[in-house]
C-alpha cells in the first residue's frame, strides 16, 4: 500500500505530531511511504527513520502561510504521483481544513480524528473519537483511496525505519482560485510551549478568582515545561487568551499529564481533555466532579496546594 | 445579502452517551442546534439585521429535527429547508448541502466548524470544494465590507487575519457571535415560516459506523493529602511516568 504523510515544520524542524503521522504510515503501509512538506525544513533526509522512501519537497514563499486551498491542491497533487492509496495526516489547523477539500479532489474518502490503526480484515475500518470524546466509532470506509487525520498523541511516535531519505523538489499546479484567501495578518505568542502541541498540561479555572493569580500556574508549567490552558468562563471573562480554552467548545488536548487546578470538571470541559493519558485534579471542594474522571486528586485551596506542588517539584529536581 | 446557514441536530451538550448497536439510543435526549452551527447562526442574523437580505436555514435531516428547525427561525432565520434524509455521514450531507445551493447565489455559506456528534469537520471543505469557493474554518471573527469577508481563524498558539470576495463558505465557533436565544415574538413568527422539505439527490455515502464503544472508565482516584504533595511527585514519575 502506497501511503502519502503530509509534513509539517515549525522553526525549521518537523513537528512531533506529524512524526506520530508517520510512525502510523509505516506502520499500516509494510514500507511504502513518500512525504509531502511544504514548509521550510531542514535535515529531511532523517525522515529515513521513520520509514520515510522519498521526501518531495515545495519550496515556494506562497505556501509559508500555509494557504488551506493551495495546500489541499499540493496534497492532491503528491497523491497523485506517487499512485498513494492513502493519504495520512495529523491534525493540526492546517490539516483539518485541507483534508475535506482533498478527499473532494481525489474522490477519496475521508475520515478525521482517528486514533487507531486500521483493522483491514473486512473491509477497512479504522477506529475515530467522536461525540467529543464521550465516545469511539469503527467506521468502515469504502473507496479505492482513504485520507485519515490522526489525533494527536493517539498514535505515539516510533523509529521504524533506517537509512536516509531521498529529498525531491516538487512543483504541483495550483487551481485558480487557490489563492483566494489572503492572510493579512497573523498573531502568534512566541516562545511558549504551543497547547496542541504540548505533553504536559496545567489548566486552570474559575477557582483562581482572577488573571492576576496566573502566576503561580504559569510558575508550575514553566517547572514542568507544559503548557498552560484554562476553562471556558476564564476566556469568556478574558482573563486568559481564547486559544488556551480547552473542551467541548474549545482546544481538545490529550497530553501525557493533564493538572487542572480550581476547575470544577463540567461535563463539556471533561470532553475536551479526557483523553489525556494522567489527570491530576486540585480542588478545594471534595464533592468537585472532576475528582470522578481523574487519576490522583488533591482536596485543599490552590492557592496553598499549587506552591507547595511547585516546591515539591523543585525538590525532586524537576 | 443571500446567506445560507447549515445545522446540525445533535444531542445537548451534556448528555451522557449510550448505544443501541450502531444507533445512538435517544432514550431521553435532549436534542439541539449543534453548538458550533449556533454561532454561525448568530452571526448570520447579525449581518441580515445590519445590511438586509435573506437569512435560509438548511439542514439535512429526518422529520424529528422540525422543532430544531423551527427553533433557528426563532432566532431569525427567513425560511428554512430541510433534505429528507438520515445525515449519514461528512460527504453525504456535503453533497446534498452543495446540489441546493449550487443555483441559489448565496453571498456566503456559514455552519460550525463541526458537529458535536461526529466531529468531522468535513463538511465546510467538502461544500466548498464542491462549489469551487474558498473555505475558512475554524472562523472566529467575520465582518463584510463590500463584496469582501474579513475573517479571524484560530491557528495553533494564536490567530490568522484573512480576507476573500464573497461567495465563500466558513465552519463557524466562538467567539464570532453571542448565541442568541429565541424571544416568544420570534417563536410566534417561526410558526408561520416556510419550512420547504426536498428529497436527497443520492443515498450513498463512502463511510459507515460498524461498532460504537465508550472510553475505559478511569480507575479509582488516587486521593493524595495537601500536606503530601512530595508522594503526588513520586507517583507520578514512579506510577503514571509522566515526569
Ligand atoms: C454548550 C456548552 C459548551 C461548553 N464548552 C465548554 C468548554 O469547551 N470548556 C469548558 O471548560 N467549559 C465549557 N462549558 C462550560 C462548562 O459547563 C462549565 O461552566 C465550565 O467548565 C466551568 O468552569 P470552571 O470549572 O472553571 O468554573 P466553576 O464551575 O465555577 O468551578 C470552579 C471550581 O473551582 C473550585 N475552586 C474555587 N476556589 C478554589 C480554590 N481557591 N482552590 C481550589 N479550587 C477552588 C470550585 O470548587 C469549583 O469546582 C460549556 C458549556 C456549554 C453550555
Known amino acids: ?318 | 445579502m443571500n446567506i445560507l446557514v447549515c445545522i446540525c441536530h445533535v444531542p445537548d451538550t451534556t448528555t451522557k452517551i449510550k448505544f443501541n448497536g450502531t444507533e445512538l439510543d435517544k432514550n431521553g435526549v435532549q436534542f439541539i442546534i449543534g453548538p458550533y452551527d449556533d454561532y454561525a447562526l448568530a452571526r448570520a442574523v447579525e449581518l441580515k439585521d445590519a445590511s438586509g437580505g435573506k437569512l435560509t436555514v438548511l439542514n439535512v435531516g429526518e422529520a424529528d429535527t422540525e422543532p430544531t428547525i423551527r427553533k433557528a427561525l426563532a432566532i431569525g432565520a427567513d425560511n428554512a429547508v430541510r433534505i429528507n434524509a438520515h445525515p449519514k455521514d461528512a460527504y453525504f450531507v456535503a453533497e446534498q448541502i452543495a446540489a441546493y445551493a449550487k443555483d441559489k447565489n448565496f453571498d456566503m455559506i456559514l455552519m460550525g466548524r463541526e458537529a458535536s456528534d461526529y466531529n468531522g469537520g468535513q463538511v465546510h471543505g467538502m461544500v466548498a470544494e464542491m462549489l469551487d469557493m474558498p473555505c475558512v474554518a475554524p472562523c472566529m471573527t467575520l465582518e463584510v465590507n463590500g463584496n469582501v469577508a474579513k475573517m479571524g481563524r484560530e491557528i495553533e498558539g494564536g490567530k490568522e487575519y484573512v480576507e476573500c470576495e464573497m461567495p465563500f463558505v466558513a465552519g463557524c465557533q466562538e467567539p464570532i457571535a453571542e448565541w442568541k436565544i429565541p424571544n416568544m415574538r420570534g417563536i410566534m413568527m417561526a410558526r408561520k415560516k416556510p419550512l420547504e422539505v426536498i428529497e436527497p439527490t443520492t443515498e450513498s455515502a463512502p463511510t459507515e459506523v460498524v461498532n460504537y464503544e465508550l472510553p475505559a472508565e478511569r480507575g479509582n482516584v488516587k486521593m493524595i493529602d495537601a500536606d503530601n504533595l512530595d508522594e503526588l511527585v513520586r507517583l507520578l514519575k514512579e506510577e503514571a511516568k509522566v515526569l
Not at chain 1, 10 to 24: G, H, I, Q, R
Not at chain 1, 150 to 169: C, D, H, R, Y
Not at chain 1, 204 to 227: C, H, Q, S, V
Request: with cysteine; proline share 3%; hydrophobic share 45%.
Open chain 1, 1 to 318: 500500500m502506497s501511503v502519502l504523510v503530509y509534513i509539517e515544520a515549525d522553526n525549521n524542524a518537523v513537528k512531533k505530531s506529524s512524526l506520530e503521522a508517520l510512525t502510523y504510515a509505516a506502520k499500516m503501509s509494510a514500507g511504502d511511504v513518500t512525504a509531502l512538506v511544504t514548509d521550510k525544513a531542514e535535515g529531511l533526509e532523517d525522515l529515513g527513520k521513520y520509514g520515510v522512501k522519498t521526501v518531495l519537497q515545495v519550496s515556494d514563499d506562497k505556501l509559508s502561510t500555509r494557504p488551506v486551498s493551495a495546500i489541499a491542491s499540493a496534497i492532491a497533487a503528491a497523491a497523485q504521483k506517487v499512485g498513494a492509496n492513502a493519504v495520512v495526516m495529523s491534525r493540526s489547523s492546517t490539516v483539518d481544513a485541507a483534508a475535506p477539500r482533498v478527499g473532494v479532489k481525489l474522490k477519496a474518502t475521508v475520515a478525521s480524528n482517528v486514533v487507531a490503526l486500521p483493522q483491514t480484515d473486512n473491509g477497512f475500518v479504522v477506529r475515530r473519537g467522536v461525540y467529543t470524546g464521550k465516545a469511539f466509532a469503527d467506521t468502515k470506509l469504502e473507496g479505492e483511496i482513504k485520507i485519515l487525520t490522526i489525533a494527536k498523541n493517539a498514535i505515539g511516535v516510533e523509529e521504524t525505519g533506517s537509512g536516509a531519505a531521498t529529498v525531491e523538489a516538487f512543483s504541483p499546479e495550483y487551481g485558480a482560485k487557490d489563492f483566494a484567501v489572503k492572510v493579512t495578518d497573523v498573531k502568534k505568542q512566541e516562545g511558549d510551549i504551543l497547547l496542541p502541541e504540548a505533553d504536559l498540561v496545567v489548566s486552570a479555572g474559575r477557582g483562581l478568582k482572577g488573571p492576576e493569580n496566573w502566576d503561580m500556574i504559569e510558575n508550575l508549567a514553566k517547572t514542568l515545561g507544559a503548557a498552560t490552558a484554562c476553562s471556558k468562563p476564564v476566556s469568556d471573562m478574558d482573563w486568559r487568551p481564547h486559544h488556551e480554552h480547552v473542551g467541548q467548545t474549545g482546544i481538545k488536548v490529550a497530553p501525557s499529564l493533564y493538572i487542572a487546578v480550581g476547575i470544577s470538571g463540567a461535563i463539556q470541559h471533561l470532553a475536551g481533555v479526557n483523553s489525556s493519558k494522567t489527570i491530576v485534579v486540585i480542588n478545594k471542594d471534595e464533592e468537585a466532579p472532576f475528582f470522578k474522571s481523574a487519576d490522583y486528586g488533591v482536596v485543599g485551596d490552590a492557592f496553598d496546594v499549587v506552591p507547595k506542588l511547585q516546591a515539591a517539584l523543585e525538590k525532586a529536581g524537576i
